[in-house]
């Protein structure tokens, strides 16, 4: 399941991902994100992973063409978590966004914050 964080706001959206994410839980996610770059012009994401476990093998086209889809238009993606192979998955992010990094769960307030900066490069 992948659900969207109440803390989200204007052009920086948060994303809990939980369980095991399908295909359809893209038909979730992709419409607020689409929604918010229709009207600011980019998004930073913040991918809570603290909960998740697993892509289901049905999901990964949808997660490849998402990245294909909006990676020109997400500024930053912040991944939370707590385990070693998702902070591996920043490398793998920065395919997805112009920057990305990995916050430790206790660190979450740190990562919004990051994503609420200005990116001076723009």
Same mark, same amino acid.
Request: net charge negative; aromatic share 12%.
């Given at each position: 399941?992948?659900?969207?964080? @109440?803390?989200? =706001?204007?052009?920086?959206? #948060?994303?809990?991902?939980?369980?095991?994410?399908?295909?359809?839980?893209?038909? !979730?996610?992709?419409?607020? !994100?689409?929604? !918010?770059? @229709?009207?600011?012009?980019?998004?930073?994401? $913040?991918?809570?992973?603290?909960?998740?476990?697993?892509? &289901?093998? /049905?999901?990964? #086209?949808? @997660?490849? =063409?998402? #990245?294909?889809?909006?990676? /020109?238009?997400?500024?930053?993606?912040?991944?939370?978590?707590?385990?070693?192979?998702?902070? $591996?998955?920043?490398?793998?992010?920065?395919? +997805?966004?112009?920057?990305?990094? +990995?916050?430790?769960?206790?660190?979450? =307030?740190?990562?919004?914050?990051?994503?609420? /900066?200005? =990116?001076? @490069? &723009?």
């Amino acid at each position: 399941m992948i659900e969207k964080m @109440d803390k989200s =706001n204007r052009k920086v959206l #948060g994303f809990r991902l939980i369980g095991d994410v399908s295909k359809s839980d893209y038909d !979730v996610m992709v419409p607020v !994100v689409q929604s !918010v770059i @229709d009207k600011e012009g980019s998004a930073s994401l $913040l991918i809570d992973l603290e909960e998740f476990k697993w892509e &289901k093998v /049905e999901a990964w #086209g949808a @997660d490849l =063409n998402f #990245g294909r889809t909006y990676h /020109e238009r997400i500024d930053k993606i912040a991944i939370v978590g707590d385990k070693h192979w998702e902070e $591996l998955l920043t490398v793998f992010s920065k395919a +997805y966004a112009h920057e990305a990094k +990995y916050f430790h769960t206790s660190e979450r =307030n740190s990562a919004w914050e990051w994503l609420q /900066e200005q =990116n001076t @490069d &723009k």
